[in-house]
C-alpha cells in the first residue's frame, strides 16, 4: 500500500508527458507482427508443399513471436507512451519481464534448433525424416521452449525484488540476472548456432561437387551409348518389324563381339530374319530401377532452394538483437558506463522489429510462402476489374 502510494506521489510530482509517435508506431508494429505471422502459420498448416519438418520449427518461430505482439508489446507500448514512468505495479513489471525474456529466448532457441535440425538433414540425410516431425525433432522443439522458460524463471521467483527498487520503472534490477540471461539466450546459442550453418554449408558444398561428377559420369555414358548406336548398320533398308538392335544383358552374361552379316551383297527378306540380331551390352552403364531415388532427388532440390532463406532470417534476428544485448550487458556490468535511455529504447524498438521482419524475409526469399500469401491476399481483398 505505502509503495502504490509513493508512486502515486511521485507520478503527481512528475510532469505529465505523452509520447504519441510511440503509440503510433507501436500499434503498426503490433498489427504487422501479428498479421505477418499469422499468415505464416496458416500457409504451413493449409498448403501441403510447405508441410516440411523445418517449416514446423519456421512455425514454433512465427508462434514466439506472435506471443511476443499479444503479451509484451502492449504493455511495452503504453511505458513509451508514458515516457517510460511505469504506472502499473511491480508484479505486472515481472509479469512482463518474465514473458519478455521467455520469448525473445525461445525466439533464437527456435533458430538454435532449425539450424541443428538443417545440419542433421545435410550431413546425415538417411537418418532425417523430411515429411513428419520425428521424437528428434519433437524433443528439439520441446527443448526450445523449456530452455527458455528456464532462463527466465528466476524473474518469476522474485530476483527483480531487489532492496531499493523503483516501482516508476519496469526493467530487469539484478545485473548478476541480466548477466546471466544475456549469455544463456544470446552469447552462447548465436556461437553455436553460426559454427553449424557454417558447417551444413560447407556439407552442401561438398554435396554438390558430388552431384556434378555424378552428372558428368552420366552425361559420358550416354555418349558412349550414342557412339555405340552410330557404330550399328542403317535401319532404314530393314523391313518392319525390326528386331531389337540394343539389348541390355543380365551381369552374369558374358560379353559378346558385335558381329554383322557381310555387305558384299544386298540382303534379301529372308536372310535377314534368319541372320543373328547383333548385340551390344554396356556393362559400364547402370541402370537404377528404384523410383523413389527421382523423388528423393526433388525433395533435397526443394529443401536446399528453401535452405537459403534461414541465413538471411539469422543474419537479420543477429542485426535487430546484438545491439540490445551489447548494451545490456554493458550497462549492468561497466557501471561507470552512461548509456543514454533513448539510445536504450532504440535498441529495444529494433529489437522487436525483428518479428516483423521474419515473415517479409518468407515472401521474398521463399517461392511457396510467397505464392501463398499472394492467394491469401487475393481471396481477401479480390481485385476488382
Same mark, same amino acid.
Given at each position: 500500500?505505502?509503495?502504490?502510494?509513493?508512486?502515486?506521489?511521485?507520478?503527481?510530482?512528475?510532469?505529465?508527458?505523452?509520447?504519441?509517435?510511440?503509440?503510433?508506431?507501436?500499434?503498426?508494429?503490433?498489427?504487422? $507482427?501479428?498479421?505477418?505471422? !499469422?499468415?505464416?502459420?496458416?500457409?504451413?498448416?493449409?498448403?501441403?508443399?510447405?508441410?516440411?519438418?523445418?517449416?514446423?520449427?519456421?512455425?514454433?518461430?512465427?508462434?514466439?513471436?506472435?506471443?511476443?505482439?499479444?503479451?509484451?508489446?502492449?504493455?511495452?507500448?503504453?511505458?513509451?507512451?508514458?515516457?517510460?514512468?511505469?504506472?502499473?505495479?511491480?508484479? $505486472?513489471?515481472?509479469?512482463?519481464?518474465?514473458?519478455?525474456?521467455?520469448?525473445?529466448?525461445?525466439?533464437?532457441?527456435?533458430?538454435?534448433?532449425?539450424?541443428?535440425?538443417?545440419?542433421?538433414?545435410?550431413?546425415?540425410?538417411?537418418?532425417?525424416?523430411?515429411?513428419?516431425?520425428?521424437?528428434?525433432?519433437?524433443?528439439?522443439?520441446?527443448?526450445?521452449?523449456?530452455?527458455?522458460?528456464?532462463?527466465?524463471?528466476?524473474?518469476?521467483?522474485?530476483?527483480?525484488?531487489?532492496?531499493?527498487?523503483?516501482?516508476?520503472?519496469?526493467?530487469?534490477?539484478?545485473?548478476?540476472?541480466? !548477466?546471466?540471461?544475456?549469455?544463456?539466450?544470446?552469447?552462447?546459442?548465436?556461437?553455436?548456432?553460426?559454427?553449424?550453418?557454417?558447417?551444413?554449408?560447407?556439407?552442401?558444398?561438398?554435396?554438390?561437387?558430388?552431384?556434378?561428377?555424378?552428372?558428368?559420369?552420366?552425361?559420358?555414358?550416354?555418349?558412349?551409348?550414342?557412339?555405340?548406336?552410330?557404330?550399328?548398320?542403317?535401319?532404314?533398308?530393314?523391313?518392319?518389324?525390326?528386331?531389337?538392335?540394343?539389348?541390355?544383358?543380365?551381369?552374369?552374361?558374358?560379353?559378346?563381339?558385335?558381329?554383322?552379316?557381310?555387305?558384299?551383297?544386298?540382303?534379301?527378306?529372308?536372310?535377314?530374319?534368319?541372320?543373328?540380331?547383333?548385340?551390344?551390352?554396356?556393362?559400364?552403364?547402370?541402370?537404377?530401377?528404384?523410383?523413389?531415388?527421382?523423388?528423393?532427388?526433388?525433395?533435397?532440390?526443394?529443401?536446399?532452394?528453401?535452405?537459403?532463406?534461414?541465413?538471411?532470417?539469422?543474419?537479420?534476428?543477429?542485426?535487430?538483437?546484438?545491439?540490445?544485448?551489447?548494451?545490456?550487458?554493458?550497462?549492468?556490468?561497466?557501471?561507470?558506463?552512461?548509456?543514454?535511455?533513448?539510445?536504450?529504447?532504440?535498441?529495444?524498438?529494433?529489437?522487436?522489429?525483428?518479428?516483423?521482419?521474419?515473415?517479409?524475409?518468407?515472401?521474398?526469399?521463399?517461392?511457396?510462402?510467397?505464392?501463398?500469401?499472394?492467394?491469401?491476399?487475393?481471396?481477401?481483398?479480390?481485385?476488382?476489374?
Amino acid at each position: 500500500m505505502s509503495a502504490n502510494l509513493s508512486v502515486a506521489a511521485e507520478l503527481e510530482a512528475a510532469p505529465a508527458g505523452h509520447n504519441l509517435p510511440a503509440l503510433v508506431l507501436g500499434v503498426l508494429l503490433i498489427v504487422v $507482427i501479428i498479421c505477418g505471422n !499469422l499468415m505464416v502459420c496458416l500457409s504451413v498448416f493449409t498448403e501441403k508443399a510447405l508441410k516440411t519438418t523445418t517449416n514446423y520449427f519456421i512455425v514454433s518461430l512465427a508462434v514466439a513471436d506472435l506471443m511476443l505482439a499479444v503479451l509484451v508489446l502492449p504493455l511495452f507500448v503504453y511505458a513509451e507512451f508514458q515516457d517510460g514512468v511505469w504506472t502499473l505495479g511491480t508484479n $505486472i513489471c515481472d509479469a512482463l519481464m518474465t514473458m519478455d525474456v521467455m520469448l525473445c529466448t525461445a525466439s533464437i532457441f527456435n533458430l538454435c534448433a532449425i539450424s541443428i535440425d538443417r545440419f542433421i538433414a545435410v550431413l546425415i540425410p538417411l537418418n532425417y525424416n523430411r515429411k513428419h516431425v520425428d521424437l528428434r525433432q519433437a524433443v528439439l522443439l520441446s527443448a526450445t521452449w523449456i530452455l527458455a522458460l528456464a532462463v527466465a524463471s528466476p524473474i518469476i521467483f522474485g530476483i527483480n525484488n531487489v532492496p531499493g527498487r523503483d516501482p516508476t520503472e519496469c526493467k530487469l534490477e539484478s545485473d548478476d540476472y541480466i !548477466l546471466y540471461s544475456s549469455v544463456c539466450s544470446f552469447f552462447i546459442p548465436c556461437p553455436i548456432m553460426l559454427m553449424l550453418y557454417c558447417g551444413m554449408f560447407h556439407g552442401l558444398r561438398r554435396w554438390e561437387e558430388a552431384r556434378k561428377a555424378k552428372l558428368k559420369n552420366s552425361i559420358q555414358a550416354c555418349r558412349k551409348l550414342q557412339e555405340a548406336a552410330a557404330s550399328l548398320p542403317p535401319l532404314a533398308s530393314l523391313p518392319p518389324p525390326l528386331p531389337p538392335i540394343i539389348e541390355r544383358e543380365s551381369p552374369d552374361t558374358p560379353e559378346e563381339t558385335l558381329a554383322f552379316p557381310s555387305s558384299d551383297r544386298p540382303l534379301h527378306s529372308s536372310e535377314l530374319m534368319d541372320a543373328p540380331v547383333p548385340t551390344v551390352s554396356f556393362t559400364g552403364i547402370k541402370f537404377n530401377p528404384d523410383p523413389h531415388r527421382r523423388k528423393r532427388a526433388k525433395i533435397n532440390s526443394r529443401e536446399r532452394k528453401a535452405m537459403k532463406v534461414l541465413p538471411v532470417v539469422v543474419g537479420t534476428f543477429l542485426f535487430c538483437w546484438t545491439p540490445f544485448f551489447v548494451l545490456h550487458t554493458m550497462r549492468a556490468r561497466c557501471q561507470g558506463c552512461y548509456i543514454p535511455p533513448a539510445l536504450m529504447s532504440v535498441v529495444t524498438w529494433l529489437g522487436y522489429v525483428n518479428s516483423a521482419l521474419n515473415p517479409v524475409i518468407y515472401t521474398v526469399f521463399n517461392t511457396e510462402f510467397r505464392k501463398f500469401f499472394k492467394k491469401l491476399l487475393n481471396s481477401c481483398c479480390p481485385m476488382t476489374h
